[in-house]
Nanobody, 122 residues
């Protein structure tokens, strides 16, 4: 599976962005998907995850209520809708997938996109 993340950019605090992750290859619907982020000088951290069907989602406490993860298996895409953005949301955002169950641990994901930079100005 190859992943291509897009949609990042510069936004003011309180603004919104929608990230998209396009997958290529077969059986996308058999993978659990997640979004992670990495800020300068910090470790990569879990942001949100979604089950194979899209029926179950999970969020880090820091983004709960502001971010929404979704997927369209027919289009082989995963999305991250980000609202009420804060300067501390500034990071490179990565999408990732794994064939097993949901996980908050980056090293348990098998395939990664290249990352898209989100910068939130105060």
């Amino acid at each position: 599976v190859q992943l291509q993340a897009s949609g990042g950019g510069l936004v003011q605090a309180g603004g919104s962005l929608r990230l998209s992750c396009a997958a290529s290859g077969r059986a996308f619907s058999s993978y659990v998907a997640g979004w992670f982020r990495q800020a300068p000088g910090k470790e990569r951290e879990f942001v949100a995850g979604i089950s194979r069907s899209g029926g179950t989602t999970d969020y880090a406490d820091s983004v709960k209520g502001r971010f929404t993860i979704s997927r369209d298996n027919a289009k082989k895409r995963v999305y991250l809708e980000m609202n009420s953005l804060k300067p501390e949301d500034t990071a490179v955002y990565y999408c990732a997938v794994r064939p097993l169950g949901s996980s908050w641990y980056a090293d348990e994901y098998d395939y990664w996109g290249q990352g898209t930079l989100v910068t939130v100005s105060s």
